[in-house]
């Protein structure tokens, strides 16, 4: 939970810097509102028990709650984060951080706004996310549904095997070209050349200049679409130059992302891990976080099909505790769980009055404190407890402090001990942890 809680107040402050508003939903929908929005993966999706009534199911993301928001609500315009838990039946693999029951952070911009402006914003702040939970590098891939499409039109593929070729391209992050290529041609009936096609474009990966490169490609530049989304491409590179991002942006062609909403530009972060000799490919670690435009969702939930522009991110928490979580066993770290400054203890028995009288007094005042719960402690076992638990302070009253109205504190640390007047000990701790 501490990893957790210091990722989570990154994140989130990170998303108030940009104006967002908090906003959460319930954990289950509709069961018809999720179905047929996620395309494949809409069998991962948790049902819940018939029981009379509507059909309710688990979340499976926290975007389609978002847009059943909106349309709802008839909200036009908003800037919105919200930190939630999602389910999804996969079989969970923990090192790699994927389980059924995990957390997810997004942040979306709902509106109509001029073109590529909020896109642009929205890698910027998976940048400053990413740069400032210190994970090493990262590198954010960017493309465009509409080029996706494009493609799949000029290499011959046919509409209706789009979301399914789709989710095959979607798995090279995972699987070699040959396999995927395998899977397009014997399982989902794609003739052999057009894998082919397909293959020389999905190597292709670069800056600005592949897009440049793309407009002048004989077979690409015939495609309306293809085209609208190379435009919007070129517009947002220009605004990742002035943000200062641009080199930590690469325009990917396979990427894909599976999810069948994204009607725009798409973009998933990775992180690089530190090849083992200079020259070579960095490898990657796997997604770390994701999203793109969808301007067309609202209106599926819209009686009228008035449709809001929308687009946002996602950042993948759960891999990053289980990166942060990692590293700190590797590196023999050790972690705080408690936030104790204070302890209060005594050398003498029958004191458990003065003990709880002082504790009171403490908390009263703001501090945070603890004390065993014992009549008759040991000293030796409290301040062994205190030297466990991290505690800094250990404030010591005994018959000779009482009849002198005196409170030693001591420092864990330095195992010094000061004999503090009663009435200034709470001014005496604040400047202590002030200091340290």
Partial sequence: MVVREKVLDLVVSCFKRHGAKGLDTPAFELKELLTEKYGEDSGLIYDLKDQ????LSLRYDLTVPFA???????????????????WRRESPTMVQGRYREFCQCDFDIAGQFDSMIPDAECLKIMCEILSGLQLGDFLIKVNDRRIVDGMFAVCGVPESKFRAIGSSIDKLDKMS??????????KKGLAPEVADQIGDYVQCHGGVTLVE?????????????????????KLLFEYLTLFGISEKISFDLSLVRGLDY?????????????????GEEPLSVGSVAAGGRYDGLVGMFDPKGHNVPCVGLSIGVERIFSIVEQRMKTSGEKVRTTETQVFVATPQNNFLQERLKLIAELWDA??????????????????HYCENMGIPLVVIIGEQELKEGVIKLRSVASREEVAIKHENLVAEIRKRLSES
Avoid at 52 to 55: Q, S, Y
Avoid at 177 to 186: G, Q, T, Y
Avoid at 262 to 278: M, N
């Fill in 68 to 86: 059943r928001y909106l349309a709802m609500n008839k909200v036009k315009k908003m800037k919105r984060y919200h930190v939630g838990k999602v």
């Fill in 262 to 278: 994204y009607t725009g530009v798409i973009y998933e972060a990775i992180l690089l891990q530190t090849p083992a000799q200079a």
């Fill in 213 to 233: 490169q793309m407009f002048q490609d004989p077979r690409l530049s015939q495609n309306k679409r293809a085209l609208e989304g190379l435009e919007d491409l």
């Fill in 177 to 186: 070209w040959k396999d995927v290529r395998h899977e397009m041609v014997a």
């Fill in 366 to 383: 703001g501090i945070k404190a603890e004390m065993l719960y014992k009549n008759n402690p040991k000293l030796l076992t409290q301040l």
């Fill in 52 to 55: 009379g009534g509507e059909l």
